[in-house]
């Protein structure tokens, strides 16, 4: 995080590992802890209680429905026309279609700020492509993608970030944050539309390489 970043909040810690979430390896667990979804209020909820570690799609095994996860926060001020970026760091993430294998990427990400959709699309090979990672974190393929947006979508007092995942799948957590970057903006524009996909540039990370991945605004 730059200098120029603030922090508003974090939920996890980015180290690609999900032992500081709820139901950390036992998916099954998800239907009878969290029937109603998950409410996490900044300051109040705990990780360990509170955060699911996996984020199902309209899987069967988690009810065959959309799982909305809110996020809600409170701010002293407004932010105002500066960039807002949510960071979702992932261990693995997963999309298949009914009796298909799975596709090599992740599940479309709905991500409503305030009441304004967008959508994030995973870029291809994205995902490990198998199930391991539900068990074991080091078997998943981790990455970050970060979703800048207008400040001026935050207010002053209750905010609200609901993510969802509307096709089959399941998003891994490793870790989620909101930071503001007071000197650059957006030229008050909302996003829309998100598309990630990955590039030809890689950095490397510990023992190994990490993929780039770059997002289309629209």
Known sequence: ??????????????????????IAGKPELYPRLFPN????????????????????GLSDWAGGRVHPFKIKFYLDDEVG??????????????????????LGDGPNLGITINGVKQIVHFPKDSS???????????KGKCGVVSIPFSGT??????????LTIEE?????????????????KLNGKHIAELHARETLLFKKHGN??????????L
């Open 1 to 22: 995080m730059g200098s120029e970043n603030k922090l508003l909040w974090r939920i996890g810690r980015h180290d690609e590992s999900f032992s500081e979430f709820a």
């Open 37 to 56: 979804d998950v409410l996490f209020i900044v300051g109040e909820s705990r990780e360990k209680e509170d955060w699911p570690y996996i984020h199902p």
């Open 81 to 102: 026309d500066i960039e807002a970026t949510l960071n979702i760091a992932y261990i693995d993430v997963v999309r298949h279609m009914l009796g298909r294998p799975y």
């Open 128 to 138: 490990s492509n198998n199930t391991q990672s539900l068990w074991d974190p080091t």
């Open 153 to 162: 979508l935050l207010k002053k007092g209750e905010n609200s970030i609901t």
């Open 168 to 184: 089959d799948g399941w998003i891994i957590y490793d870790a989620l944050w909101l930071e503001v970057n007071k000197s650059k």
């Open 208 to 217: 190994g390489l990490r993929q780039a991945i770059e997002v289309e605004v």
